[in-house]
């Protein structure tokens, strides 16, 4: 035990926790700050996330068939308030636009005329459709509307939507999981895009962090004893070779500890936006776009990506260290490490966390359709490479002799 404190204590060194002090707030800074900051981007996300809000609360984490009807009355509602509110807007009484009906044929007919003059803008009508949009519930409409359109063709014509599947092409495990879905309760669920967006955003952000400050961590940890000439004493002690072995641990150990703290410093804020009030919803829906693989609820799916997290993490701290066992100085292993984040961290950790476990290509809407599971697959060898590597290099270790 005494051991395993000293070799923690050379890990954590005042230095190196400074540096990735300041790097990770620098970081934060300038990527997953924003889906903080604009959680729910815009004013369609605003209005999605405030009604999706507003439906939890009253009928659950699911809207079912025979509650869709109470929508028309809150459609209508919210016509009555938009209605109050032009009327104040001294802009639109001007322009006779005192309703909705008649505010939504002046902006067909605008729109209708813009697209026949080829895209050509009138910026005082255009002035004064934002004044309208800004001083109204226009976007609260909007939304409204079109939740109630995806939701009645979800429920409508789910065998067109498959139809849809087989005739593009998609492979038959994806047709099958559609047909799952079109029966399922999970199309009813009341998750909002907005935040099924900013949660896969933010955990990407949080992926490359793990992974970039396990590698500040843990590169010069093997490299200083081997610059120091202390292997040889290391040996000869009465631990003799297994100091590898305790030095491994110790590694693995401060990654999980890192792990852990950079997930609740990320949590927190995160948090605080309140995306737990859908957390038994389900992750598909009509709300969001996307097919999950597995019938989870969102509150489930953010436990499967901290798992990822922690899987990427340990694998990549396994490979930093074995890196580090064999690199003669820092130099060495700076040209290691620079090429490990970029492999783990920036490639293989923003594809984890990007639509994980659900339909998705290969890489950004290019390549062949990810399998089912293919993310734990990767998660999973990543973990063992890791480990595997740590292992062979403490068994190689006890069969070397001392002086080769």
Known sequence: MALLKWELRKIWRPGILAAILVLGAVYYWMFPQFYIEHFTNGPQSQAQFALASGWVERYGPALEPEERA???GQLTEEIAAFNTRIAAIPEAAAAGLTDYAAFLSFREDYLNGVKEAGGEADMDVEALLYRVYGGTNWYTIEELEQSMEAYDVQNES?????????SAGYP???????????VSDLRHSLLPSPVKHSTQEYGKDLAVWCVLSIVLLLSPTLVRDRLRNTRPMQWVSRRGRSVLNT??????????????????????????????????CGLGGFLSPGSPWFDWTYGAYLLVLVGLILALSLGSAGLTVFLSQYSGNYIAMLLKAVPLFVAVGAVLGSWLLNMPFCF???????????????????????????????VLACWRQRKRELLS
């Not at 789910?158 to 087989?166: C, R, T």
């Not at 852990?260 to 949590?267: C, L, P, R, S, W």
């Open 360 to 390: 998705r290509p290969l890489w950004d809407g290019y390549g062949p359709w990810v399998p089912r599971g293919a993310e734990a697959v990767a998660a999973a060898v990543l973990l063992f490479l890791g480990l595997g590597l740590c």
């Open 70 to 72: 109470e929508l028309d």
């Open 172 to 182: 038959e495990p994806m047709i099958q999981r559609k047909m799952e879905l079109a």
């Open 247 to 280: 030095q491994m641990g110790a590694a693995l150990l401060s990654a999980l500890v890192l792990t852990v703290v950079n997930v609740t410093v990320y949590a927190i804020p995160f948090l605080v936006q309140g995306p737990l009030r859908f957390a038994a």
């Open 158 to 166: 789910p065998v067109l939507q498959i139809s849809d599947y087989q």
